[in-house]
């Protein structure tokens, strides 16, 4: 082992007994020491995968195709789930520049949660630059100066609207919105129509269709919800979940160093949604976090838009099937809403995808429940991921996010890229390959691992029903 490595683990030893001391017993003694144990192997198992997806090689559009200068900032967290959606492993792993070969993140098994990171807002001219020893952009927590582990947070890009869809159904909730009452968007003074809020929300979730957004952005600011929506979210122990910024008058401004997301924080947010029985985890102050902060009928619809996601083109890559170029991810299923029924190809997002999806939608084995992001500096992709009747069984959450967009690409698309066109000439706008396919390279890793490891079991019968979401009520 390298000497330069040997103080930032002894550091993380360190941290590591602190966080499995820092809060109060809840668990029972035996299940918080298999939890431990539980959580231990799986993050070794993560760090493998990371290790091994070897992104270390994507290629940057922006550098005229030259490998990447130094590791890209990968946040990847995998809560593992029994039969009934309770949480019984979790992990997160960091690359990074500080961290070329990954580290282990330390979890408190009680709250699910950590402290043992800094994290710090994205700045993209500092990653751009390649800067050593430089000043730390903000801290999105404060009071973690002294965490052995530092790392700047990528910008989600479209992730965050699971951000606004959770806190639109809380507003459903407390009573203040319903799902059927209609919502009239002026985007400063153009007129984007009137809908109701659910059919703003469906092409938020299932096309990340930004003018949707929009209206619920401007929805939120119009009825004083943007403004606790922070608060709300650190209140359930997800502090690095954090909107600023945004324009009450558009709805837009959505920008880098002002929206912030982390794996794990995101993974508990899909772990409340996913919605097991009793307390899912605790918060520093001993807050008890259960399904109930979302209602039945809420966590149902959206469970169902996530479930109903057109874009399998990150962790999945459904709607590359067949192509020699891309690899494939996460053996998921595109919803046949998408799928046309002569061809087998999908248009979705204003992109069409060209690819027969047929067969790898016969060969599925799972349905992934997600979210994805990208823009030319960031890629992401979360969700919760339930095997499909007859299917080895796995049921677990997966979060990803990147600064990998679709300036990052591989060697195979390489005659795709067109430097003397600029921006016209990233290889994604030919190839409709908008990840570098590590990106799913990975997801099937992990999905292999947690088909490996929970492959000894099986669901209990009557939870068979759980295994797909239900249709958005319409």
């Not at 940057?60 to 590791?71: E, H, L």
């Not at 809380?170 to 007129?191: A, K, S, Y």
Request: charged share 20%; aromatic share 6%.
């Amino acid at each position: 082992m390298s000497p330069c490595w040997r103080k930032p683990l002894v550091a993380l030893a360190l941290v590591l007994c602190a966080e499995a001391g820092a809060a109060s017993t809840r668990l029972p003694r035996a299940e918080r020491t298999r939890r431990a144990k539980s959580s231990a192997t799986l993050e070794q198992s993560l760090l493998a995968a990371v290790r091994d997806t070897g992104f270390d090689q994507v290629l940057d559009f922006k550098r005229a195709g030259a490998r990447i200068t130094q590791a890209p900032y990968v946040d990847v967290a995998v809560i593992e789930l029994d039969a009934r959606s309770r949480p019984t492993a979790a992990a997160n792993v960091l690359l990074s520049r500080d961290y070329p070969a990954g580290v282990i993140v330390p979890i408190d098994v009680e709250t699910l949660g950590t402290t043992a990171v800094r994290f710090t807002a994205w700045n993209l001219d500092l990653w751009d630059s390649g800067a050593q020893n430089t000043t730390p952009t903000e801290a999105l927590v404060p009071g973690r100066d002294k965490a052995p582990l530092r790392f700047m947070a990528p910008y989600p890009a479209s992730l965050f609207k699971l951000l606004i869809a959770f806190r639109v159904l809380r507003w459903v909730d407390q009573g203040h919105l319903t799902l059927d009452q209609p919502w009239r968007f002026l985007r400063d003074t153009e007129d984007q129509g009137t809908r109701p809020i659910r059919d703003w929300l469906e092409p938020m979730v299932t096309e990340s269709d930004n003018t949707a957004t929009e209206a619920l952005v401007k929805l939120l600011h119009a009825q004083g919800a943007m403004a606790g929506l922070n608060a709300e979210l650190a209140a359930l122990g997800l502090d690095t979940l954090q909107i600023h910024g945004t324009s009450p008058v558009t709805g837009r401004s959505w920008n880098p160093g002002q929206i912030h997301m982390t794996a794990l924080d995101t993974a508990r947010l899909l772990l409340l949604i996913e919605g097991g029985p009793g307390v899912l985890w605790h918060t520093a102050s001993g807050r008890e976090v259960t399904a109930k902060a979302l209602s039945g009928a809420s966590r149902a619809h959206l469970q169902a838009l996530l479930a109903d996601q057109s874009l399998h083109e990150a962790l999945s890559s459904t709607l590359l099937c067949g192509d020699a170029r891309a690899e494939p991810g996460i053996p998921a299923a595109v919803p046949s809403r998408w799928v046309h029924p002569e061809d087998g190809t999908v248009t979705a997002a204003e992109t069409a995808f060209g690819r027969d999806t047929r067969p790898c939608n016969a060969t599925a084995e799972v349905t992934f429940l997600h979210k994805t992001g990208l823009t030319e500096n960031y890629g992401s992709d979360g969700g919760i991921v339930r095997a499909l009747p007859g299917k080895p069984w796995r049921r677990y959450i997966v979060v990803f996010l990147s600064n990998l967009g679709y300036r990052y690409y591989d060697a195979k698309v390489t005659d795709a890229a067109d430097f003397a066109k600029g921006e016209d000439g990233f290889p994604y706008i030919s190839t409709s390959i908008s990840y570098t396919q590590r990106i799913p390279a990975l997801g099937r890793r992990i999905d292999a691992m947690m088909r490996e490891r929970q492959r000894a079991r099986p669901p209990l019968r009557r939870d068979a029903a759980r295994q797909q979401a239900p249709r958005p009520a319409r």
